[in-house]
C-alpha cells in the first residue's frame, strides 16, 4: 500500500481542542501518545514536523473546574495561563517517550504578519528543527486579546506552514474531508477526495461569507488551504479523533488533498525575486560569487562593501566586484551592523557583535541567484542542512 505522506519532508500538523481534552475528565492521554507515536515514526525517517495545538483554554478550564458557560476575557486568559503549562508538559512526556524534545513556541497574530516578529519566530521555529526538536506551537491566548487573534488555529496554522516553507499542513478535524455540503444535513453530500484549485465553488462547499456555516468549521479550512496552497504547501484535512492519525493518512484512510500551486521553495523565492524595491547592496569578492553559485549562504566573510540603508529582513541586491547584480534576498543584518561584519570570519563576527551575531548575512532560503528564476529552475531543496 502506498504512502500517502511520500514525499513531504517537512509537515505541520494543526490539532484541536476537542482532539486532545474532554471537558470533563482533561486530557485526552491515551490519544496525544498515539499522536507522538506517529510523529517519532515520521522523526525516524528524518521528517520534520511541526505541531500547531489547540487546547491550552479548554485544558486550563478543566484543572481549575470552571464552571460551564461562555468565559469573560480575564478568565479565558488564566485558564490558558494554567494550560499551557500542563499542555506543555503533556506533549514533553509523550515526545520523550521516544526521545524527542518538545519545544513550546507561543505566537499572536504580530507574530506572522510583521516583519521583525515573523523572522524572529521563524529563526526559533528553524533552530528547533535543526536540533532535531519538535516544535509545539499555540497562539498565546494569555495576552492575546480580540484586536490581535487569529481567533483559529487553521489559518494559524496555514501562516506556520508558509513561514516555515513547509511541505505539507494536515488539519486533524472532526470530519474526514470536504464534501460537497455539510454531510450532517445533506444525505446526499459526496467526499471529494482531491482539490486541484480553489475555485468559487469549493468556497462555496464550505461555506460562503452569508453562510449560517461561514463561522468557524469548513470555511477556516478552506481559507487556511488558500493560504497554504498559494505559497506551494499541499494540505490534507481528515478525521483526527481516530488513535494513530497520521498513520491512517499514510494507509489511505478517507481525507481530502489540497493540492498546491507550486512547491515551497520555489514560490518563496520567486516572492523575493519579484521585489522591486531593493533598500541595499552588498559588493561581494570572487571567493562569494564561486560560493553563491554552488547554492552556499552568504557570509560576511565575503562581503566587501555595504551600501544604503536597511533593516533586518528587507530585499537586498548583492553584486559582484564590477557592479553586477548577481542575486538578491533577504538580509539578516541591518545596515549598520552589516558594515561592522563585513569581511569578518565567523569566529569574529560574535566578538563584535555579541550574542545577536548571525552566521549568515543572508541565507541560502532567502537567497536568488540571478534577477527572476524561471520556472523550471533547479532550486536546492529548503530541507537540505
Avoid at 116 to 136: D, I, S, W
Avoid at 143 to 158: H, Q, S
Wanted: charged share 25%.
Amino acid at each position: 500500500m502506498s504512502d500517502a505522506l511520500h514525499g513531504y519532508g517537512r509537515i505541520v500538523v494543526k490539532i484541536g481542542s476537542a482532539l486532545l481534552v474532554d471537558r470533563e475528565r482533561g486530557l485526552k492521554s491515551d490519544w496525544l501518545r498515539s499522536l507522538a507515536d506517529d510523529v517519532a515514526a515520521l522523526a525516524r525517517e528524518g521528517r520534520e514536523v511541526m505541531l500547531v495545538s489547540s487546547g491550552a483554554i479548554a485544558l486550563g478550564r478543566a484543572i481549575m473546574k470552571l464552571p460551564p458557560g461562555a468565559l469573560k476575557l480575564e478568565e479565558a486568559q488564566a485558564a490558558a495561563a494554567v494550560g499551557q503549562i500542563a499542555l506543555a508538559r503533556a506533549y514533553s512526556e509523550a515526545l520523550g517517550r521516544h526521545s524527542l524534545e518538545a519545544g513550546q513556541i507561543l505566537l499572536t497574530l504580530r507574530d506572522t504578519e510583521e516583519r521583525r516578529p515573523y523572522l524572529n519566530a521563524r529563526a526559533t521555529v528553524g533552530t528547533l528543527l535543526q536540533f532535531g526538536a519538535v516544535p509545539v506551537i499555540n497562539e498565546n491566548d494569555t495576552v492575546a486579546t480580540t484586536e490581535i487573534r487569529y481567533g483559529d488555529n487553521d489559518r494559524l496554522a496555514a501562516r506556520v506552514a508558509t513561514m516555515m516553507s513547509a511541505d505539507l499542513l494536515i488539519l486533524l478535524s472532526d470530519i474526514d474531508g470536504l464534501y460537497t455540503a455539510p454531510p450532517a444535513q445533506d444525505p446526499d453530500a459526496r467526499h471529494i477526495p482531491t482539490v486541484d484549485a480553489i475555485t468559487p465553488q469549493i468556497e462555496a462547499m464550505a461555506g460562503g461569507a452569508a453562510s449560517i456555516f461561514s463561522r468557524g468549521g469548513m470555511k477556516t479550512k478552506v481559507d487556511a488551504a488558500k493560504i497554504a496552497t498559494q505559497a506551494g504547501t499541499a494540505m490534507i484535512i481528515t478525521l483526527g479523533s481516530r488513535a494513530n492519525p497520521l498513520d491512517a493518512i499514510r494507509r489511505g484512510e478517507r481525507q481530502t488533498l489540497f493540492r498546491a500551486a507550486t512547491d515551497p521553495v520555489r514560490a518563496r523565492k520567486r516572492w523575493i525575486a519579484g521585489h522591486l524595491n531593493a533598500t541595499g547592496r552588498l559588493t561581494v569578492d570572487e571567493g562569494a560569487v564561486r560560493a553563491l553559485q554552488g547554492g552556499k549562504s552568504l557570509l560576511p566573510a565575503g562581503v566587501k562593501r555595504v551600501d544604503g540603508e536597511f533593516r533586518r529582513g528587507d530585499t537586498i541586491l548583492v553584486l559582484d566586484e564590477t557592479g553586477a547584480e548577481i542575486a538578491r534576498g533577504l538580509v539578516a543584518y541591518d545596515s549598520g551592523d552589516a558594515r561592522l561584519v563585513a569581511g569578518l570570519r565567523s569566529s569574529a563576527i560574535e566578538e563584535q557583535l555579541g550574542a545577536s551575531a548571525r552566521t549568515a548575512m543572508i541565507h541560502r532560503d532567502d537567497l536568488v541567484m540571478g534577477r527572476l528564476p524561471t520556472e523550471d529552475a533547479a532550486e536546492e531543496s529548503h530541507h537540505a542542512r
